[in-house]
């Protein structure tokens, strides 16, 4: 075969690679370019942060607006202190606002639901919120029911 | 007794001097590239050789794997009334092992086999050392091309086959099953991420790549110059990918999934 068509071939095969990666990144991972960076960061403790997990949802009336980032434990007050990225652009979040921990359907997986309050003063990047809930634990439900408290 | 003692050790030296004459072998293959200008002319054809004519057998059967997986995803998660996660099951699992492991596997059968012999021939009838004897580096003319080749084509091909296994599993999916196309595709971009599932896929299929193509060449550039040599020598290169692939496999999914 001649050199030019050869050329032309691994030059369609090596296209074809790309838009597969690029396909790969649109529209299976959902990455949309340049709006990955635009987050700010805020914090919560939870007494119980159940089964949530690093890059699990951040919601508020349904609408994912973030993302967790780290899930550690906080080692002065044994509780366990989870990062947030939310969105930039939702930037409007009142600081008495609460975060909730709840579970999506019946086996789904948890996420944070942002409960909203009603301050004037809007969330900043580093601020923790003052009151969450932790997560739904079935078993201890069962055995406080049990034991009648 | 002795004599057994004495064959076993001689057949573990045998082992550590092929491994060192292949490091020998990759390294002068490697850093003796050929100028641009004559090697991109080498490293084109060998690249349609190795990538390209692979692209059929990687393509179909990236479909038909993905459309098993939308079958089988569809009849599990039914019971649990939750056939709309099967997007995000077909996905992960192409992108993170399937679309690496499948296509490295088709790649060591189709292309790697194909180099040990091309390679091995070429020593059986002397061809290898008549470019020496002509000043030609056969490490540069030969072997260089084939495994920048191999490289490149790896990681492509593993590419190519998640993507179209994807689009195979959506047509079982959404167009036969009847799953809405909305929560197919929304479900698949909340739960993959770029960065940890499709780009260490891609350094996956890189190292595979990497593994397959070098015990390729070498294979075939170490056989014994008869016809039962090369057909050894082939044998070699498939056994020894395969097992490669599979054992790296669980290392670098040990690495990047697990968390320990």
């Given at each position: 075969?001649?050199?030019?068509?050869?050329?032309?071939?691994?030059?369609?095969f090596?296209?074809?690679?790309?838009?597969a990666?690029?396909?790969?990144?649109?529209?299976?991972?959902?990455?949309?370019?340049?709006?990955?960076?635009?987050?700010?960061?805020?914090?919560?403790?939870?007494?119980?942060?159940?089964?949530?997990?690093?890059?699990?949802r951040?919601?508020?009336?349904?609408?994912?607006?973030?993302?967790?980032?780290t899930?550690t434990?906080?080692?002065?007050?044994?509780?366990?202190?989870?990062?947030?990225?939310?969105?930039?652009?939702?930037?409007n979040?009142?600081?008495?606002?609460?975060?909730?921990?709840?579970?999506?359907?019946?086996?789904?997986?948890?996420?944070?639901?942002?409960?909203?309050?009603?301050?004037?003063?809007?969330?900043?990047?580093?601020?923790?919120?003052?009151?969450?809930?932790?997560?739904?634990?079935?078993?201890r439900?069962?055995?406080?029911?049990?034991?009648?408290? | 007794?002795?004599?057994?003692?004495r064959?076993?050790?001689?057949?573990?030296?045998?082992?550590?001097?092929?491994?060192?004459?292949?490091?020998?072998?990759?390294?002068?293959?490697?850093?003796?590239?050929p100028?641009?200008?004559?090697?991109?002319?080498?490293?084109?054809?060998?690249?349609?050789?190795?990538?390209v004519?692979?692209?059929?057998?990687?393509?179909?059967?990236?479909?038909?794997?993905?459309?098993?997986?939308?079958l089988?995803?569809?009849?599990?998660?039914?019971?649990?009334?939750?056939?709309?996660?099967?997007?995000?099951?077909?996905?992960?699992?192409?992108?993170?092992?399937?679309?690496?492991?499948?296509?490295?596997?088709?790649?060591?059968?189709r292309?790697?086999?194909?180099?040990?012999?091309?390679?091995?021939?070429?020593?059986?009838?002397?061809?290898?050392?008549?470019?020496?004897?002509?000043g030609?580096?056969?490490l540069?003319?030969?072997?260089?091309?084939?495994?920048?080749?191999g490289f490149?084509?790896?990681p492509?091909?593993?590419?190519?086959?998640?993507?179209?296994?994807?689009?195979?599993?959506?047509?079982?999916g959404?167009?036969?099953?009847?799953v809405?196309?909305?929560?197919?595709?929304g479900?698949?971009?909340?739960?993959?991420?770029?960065?940890?599932?499709?780009?260490?896929?891609?350094?996956?299929?890189?190292?595979?790549?990497?593994?397959?193509?070098?015990?390729?060449?070498?294979?075939g550039?170490?056989?014994?110059?008869?016809?039962?040599?090369?057909?050894?020598?082939?044998?070699?290169?498939?056994?020894?990918?395969?097992?490669?692939?599979?054992?790296?496999?669980?290392?670098?999914?040990?690495?990047?999934?697990?968390?320990?």
């Amino acid at each position: 075969m001649a050199q030019r068509t050869t050329e032309f071939i691994v030059g369609v095969f090596m296209v074809a690679g790309f838009a597969a990666l690029v396909f790969l990144a649109l529209q299976v991972s959902g990455l949309t370019p340049g709006a990955a960076s635009d987050t700010y960061t805020v914090y919560a403790r939870f007494n119980d942060a159940g089964g949530l997990a690093v890059r699990g949802r951040v919601s508020m009336a349904g609408v994912t607006i973030g993302r967790i980032q780290t899930i550690t434990l906080d080692q002065e007050s044994f509780q366990a202190q989870v990062v947030m990225d939310i969105d930039a652009s939702v930037n409007n979040i009142p600081t008495d606002s609460s975060a909730i921990i709840r579970t999506s359907g019946l086996l789904g997986e948890q996420y944070i639901d942002i409960s909203v309050g009603a301050d004037e003063t809007a969330m900043q990047n580093g601020d923790a919120f003052y009151s969450t809930q932790s997560a739904l634990n079935l078993e201890r439900m069962i055995s406080n029911f049990a034991s009648g408290r | 007794m002795i004599h057994r003692i004495r064959r076993l050790g001689r057949q573990g030296i045998e082992v550590l001097r092929a491994l060192g004459r292949s490091g020998v072998f990759l390294f002068g293959a490697l850093w003796g590239l050929p100028r641009p200008s004559e090697g991109l002319p080498l490293l084109i054809r060998q690249l349609y050789v190795v990538g390209v004519l692979s692209l059929a057998i990687v393509i179909v059967s990236g479909l038909f794997i993905g459309m098993v997986l939308g079958l089988q995803g569809y009849t599990i998660l039914s019971d649990y009334g939750s056939e709309d996660a099967v997007g995000q099951m077909i996905a992960l699992t192409l992108v993170r092992e399937l679309g690496p492991v499948v296509a490295a596997l088709l790649f060591a059968g189709r292309a790697g086999s194909a180099l040990t012999a091309e390679i091995g021939l070429m020593k059986a009838t002397e061809q290898l050392s008549s470019l020496e004897m002509m000043g030609v580096d056969p490490l540069r003319r030969v072997i260089a091309p084939r495994l920048w080749a191999g490289f490149i084509a790896m990681p492509l091909l593993a590419v190519i086959f998640s993507t179209v296994g994807i689009w195979g599993g959506m047509l079982v999916g959404v167009e036969w099953l009847g799953v809405f196309e909305g929560s197919f595709w929304g479900n698949m971009q909340a739960s993959v991420s770029f960065v940890d599932d499709v780009l260490n896929g891609v350094i996956k299929s890189i190292v595979f790549g990497f593994f397959c193509t070098w015990i390729a060449v070498f294979q075939g550039y170490d056989c014994v110059p008869t016809s039962a040599g090369i057909s050894s020598a082939t044998t070699k290169t498939v056994v020894y990918s395969s097992l490669a692939v599979l054992g790296l496999d669980f290392v670098l999914t040990a690495v990047m999934f697990g968390s320990f």
